[in-house]
């Protein structure tokens, strides 16, 4: 009986992520055409452990000052037992204060007492809550979030969401796991989909996942990239390159991608016309962040009809670093 009620409850929550974003929260550009976003990421929440709570402190600091319209997590909100609990406690600042948010697991997240699948049931029904899934490819927090325009009668933008999934599975490939083939093949069809849909022009988008793709090492390692923020450590990508990268870019809708994973890492870096960027580590001390200035988050936003955003870092007790315009600042004469 048990196991008849988890699959009645793993269909269910398929159908959800099946529907569109509009039968639940409509996504929209405000009366003065913009649209913020704030990315947590990496809270690594344990429960019991009153290092975490640094991490509740500044998601509430961040939140009462930006006021966002929508709240991102890219990964690895769980770091302990009860993985619910944890979760819970992660999503508390934007539960509370009921904001639209949306969640990508990270390669940590499933490590405890909940799988993703689990995970994605248990903060379905959360006031808010967008996070949603795509039946028949891999990995489980795939999902697209449209953004409207001001009158809510078109899509003006297009938020993407991949889950970087954790381990790699393969013997002779050490490491972490890779955004799949059917997962690129979903994000082109939907892409295509939009670019269709607005007369051949692709939308404006932007996309988030946890574990960066290997060329955020390419990027930083290349002595003509600009490069703005802090790089501690090389980015932890997978061994195997997929070609994520070059489908965004083919596909010329993406402007940026928003990634976690290396806590002493927060950079920009423009690559080719995508702006590969990393979230400001959120968590407390319940894992390593040696990062000047502390945990965090970044801040985004969107401009109606317009292919470009400006982006920041907002840090304790307000402060505000690495402000940058894309892609104006990173154009060269």
């Given at each position: 009986?048990?196991?008849?009620?988890?699959?009645?409850?793993?269909?269910?929550?398929?159908?959800?992520?099946?529907?569109?974003?509009?039968?639940?929260?409509?996504?929209?550009?405000?009366?003065?055409?913009?649209?913020?976003?704030?990315?947590?990421?990496?809270?690594h929440w344990v429960p019991?452990?009153?290092?975490?709570?640094?991490?509740?402190?500044?998601?509430?600091?961040?939140?009462?000052?930006?006021?966002?319209?929508?709240?991102?997590?890219?990964?690895?909100?769980?770091?302990?037992?009860?993985?619910?609990?944890?979760?819970?406690?992660?999503?508390?600042?934007?539960?509370?204060?009921?904001?639209?948010?949306?969640?990508?697991?990270?390669?940590?997240?499933?490590?405890?007492?909940?799988?993703?699948?689990?995970?994605?049931?248990?903060?379905?029904?959360?006031?808010?809550?967008?996070?949603?899934?795509?039946?028949?490819?891999?990995?489980?927090?795939?999902?697209?979030?449209?953004?409207?325009?001001?009158?809510?009668?078109?899509?003006?933008?297009?938020?993407?969401?991949?889950?970087?999934?954790?381990?790699?599975?393969?013997?002779?490939?050490?490491?972490?796991?890779?955004?799949?083939?059917?997962?690129?093949?979903?994000?082109?069809?939907?892409?295509?989909?939009?670019?269709?849909?607005?007369?051949?022009?692709?939308?404006?988008?932007?996309?988030?996942?946890?574990?960066?793709?290997?060329?955020?090492?390419?990027?930083?390692?290349?002595?003509?990239?600009?490069?703005?923020?802090?790089?501690?450590?090389?980015?932890?990508?997978?061994?195997?390159?997929?070609?994520?990268?070059?489908?965004?870019?083919?596909?010329?809708?993406?402007m940026a991608t928003f990634?976690?994973?290396?806590?002493?890492?927060?950079?920009?870096?423009?690559?080719?016309?995508?702006?590969?960027?990393?979230?400001?580590?959120?968590?407390?001390?319940?894992?390593?962040?040696?990062?000047?200035?502390?945990?965090?988050?970044?801040?985004?936003?969107?401009?109606?009809?317009?292919?470009?955003?400006?982006t920041w870092e907002r840090?304790?007790?307000?402060?505000?670093?690495?402000?940058?315009?894309?892609?104006?600042?990173?154009?060269?004469?």
């Amino acid at each position: 009986m048990k196991k008849i009620k988890t699959l009645c409850g793993v269909l269910a929550l398929l159908c959800v992520g099946m529907m569109p974003v509009s039968a639940q929260n409509v996504l929209k550009f405000n009366a003065n055409k913009k649209f913020k976003i704030v990315q947590f990421t990496d809270v690594h929440w344990v429960p019991g452990d009153s290092a975490s709570e640094e991490a509740a402190e500044r998601m509430n600091e961040v939140l009462d000052v930006e006021k966002p319209d929508l709240v991102i997590y890219t990964g690895d909100l769980v770091f302990g037992k009860p993985a619910s609990e944890a979760l819970s406690k992660a999503l508390e600042p934007v539960v509370s204060r009921r904001l639209p948010f949306a969640v990508t697991w990270g390669n940590h997240d499933d490590e405890q007492d909940m799988t993703r699948i689990e995970l994605l049931e248990y903060i379905k029904d959360m006031p808010g809550n967008l996070t949603s899934t795509t039946a028949g490819i891999s990995g489980v927090t795939n999902y697209v979030l449209p953004l409207k325009s001001e009158d809510g009668k078109k899509d003006a933008a297009v938020l993407y969401v991949f889950d970087s999934n954790a381990y790699s599975s393969l013997k002779q490939v050490k490491g972490y796991d890779w955004i799949k083939p059917d997962q690129i093949n979903w994000y082109v069809e939907s892409s295509v989909g939009y670019t269709e849909r607005n007369g051949g022009k692709p939308l404006p988008s932007l996309a988030f996942f946890h574990i960066p793709f290997p060329e955020y090492n390419e990027a930083a390692q290349d002595e003509n990239a600009l490069l703005i923020g802090t790089r501690k450590e090389k980015a932890c990508a997978p061994l195997i390159n997929t070609g994520l990268y070059a489908a965004m870019l083919n596909a010329g809708d993406i402007m940026a991608t928003f990634v976690g994973h290396d806590h002493v890492n927060d950079y920009v870096v423009d690559w080719k016309g995508i702006l590969l960027c990393y979230g400001r580590f959120t968590g407390g001390n319940t894992v390593y962040h040696d990062i000047p200035g502390g945990n965090g988050a970044r801040v985004i936003e969107l401009t109606q009809g317009v292919r470009s955003f400006k982006t920041w870092e907002r840090l304790e007790g307000g402060k505000i670093i690495n402000e940058v315009n894309y892609p104006s600042d990173f154009q060269r004469e």
